[in-house]
């Protein structure tokens, strides 16, 4: 059973600083990778896929990575705003029936 | 504009009562999915459809039921049966593909009183 960790559970930085959030997963037979965005008492806002034969994706100040041999996907974002403060979620799409499995999120404080 | 729309925003239950929650899309996706939130938690997976009249029970489907009678809708019920039901819901659809990115709706809390 595919099982997906976030670590940290909880991240405060300063404004402006570079900062990485980590995904891992213990089956590597996923199709691909998503990492979400959840303001409090939202939904989720998709930020980037990976698929399963791509190394990372790129949207603005967001980068995000896949590693399927080692079971990791990283967020980076760069010179982050107080706006991006938010839980960030990934989830891996496994490849039985299209179901993913989340990770519990990354809640993320950033301090003007 | 697309997306999928969940109703009500906010819902209260009573000891007993069953409800709805309602789930529609217009992205023309074959597959949807329901999943639960609790707080500083992850998502679970109550129940998915991949296609209409289909559907499968997710991690948690116990006391909960849906349906699929039309592509762009999937309704949760939340039954009697289901001892600790506040919690926020979640709505998700995506193409049914293996290479699909999934779309979320903005929940439904539900809270029983």
């Known amino acids: 059973k595919q099982e997906v960790t976030q670590i940290p559970a909880a991240l405060s930085v300063p404004e402006g600083e570079n900062l990485v959030l980590n995904c891992s997963f213990t089956d590597s037979a996923i199709y691909n990778l998503q990492w979400f965005r959840q303001d409090p008492g939202k939904g989720l806002t998709s930020l980037l896929l990976i698929q399963s034969s791509q190394r990372e994706q790129t949207s603005g100040r967001l980068n995000a990575s896949l590693d399927k041999s080692s079971g990791r996907s990283t967020l980076y974002i760069a010179a982050s705003q107080p706006g991006d403060s938010a839980t960030y979620l990934c989830a891996g799409l496994n490849t039985n029936a299209g179901k993913s499995t989340f990770g519990d999120g990354t809640t993320l404080t950033v301090k003007p | 504009d697309g997306g999928i729309t969940q109703s009500p925003k906010y819902l209260f239950r009573k000891e007993g009562q069953n409800v709805t929650l309602s789930c529609e899309q217009n992205?023309?996706?074959?597959?949807m999915y329901w999943y639960r939130q609790d707080p500083g938690q992850g998502l679970r997976l109550i129940y998915y459809s991949q296609i209409v009249n289909d559907f499968q029970k997710g991690d948690i489907a116990e006391g909960y039921s849906v349906s699929r009678e039309k592509k762009e809708s999937f309704p949760l019920t939340v039954t009697s049966a289901q001892k600790n039901p506040t919690a926020f819901y979640l709505c998700a659809s995506n193409t049914g593909e293996r290479n699909t990115e999934a779309f979320f709706g903005q929940g439904t809390r539900l809270t029983v009183v």
């Open positions: 992205l023309n996706h074959d597959a």
